[in-house]
């Protein structure tokens, strides 16, 4: 136990371990999202990317999973169901307002918001 004491062991073994738990984490938390598309919402990483997106009068708007998580999308008068990785759903939207929806799986910690201007 004598050597553990010593600082520099002890500096070496905490950094190895927090190494060690960051490549881990890496692991589990995956890549980002893409940066989406004209129109369009990446999801990943627990986010909806852009969080907040302007849009014109009739413009169709698709969400895109990236991640390796379901999400979905859900408004008050609609959503798209279970969106496994690689999935797309799309909403047409025509009357100007702000739209505020969340994931159906993960409730308001994401969310996310279509403004019609």
Known sequence: MKMLSNPTVRSLLVGASLLA??????QIVGTPPPAPPPNGVSIGWMVFLPASLTVAPGTTVTWTNWDDSNHGVKFP???????????TWSRTFTTPGQYDYICQFHGSRMKGTIIVK
């Open 21 to 26: 738990s960051s490549a881990a984490m890496a």
């Open 77 to 87: 008068d609609q959503g798209s169901g279970r969106l496994d990785k690689g999935k």
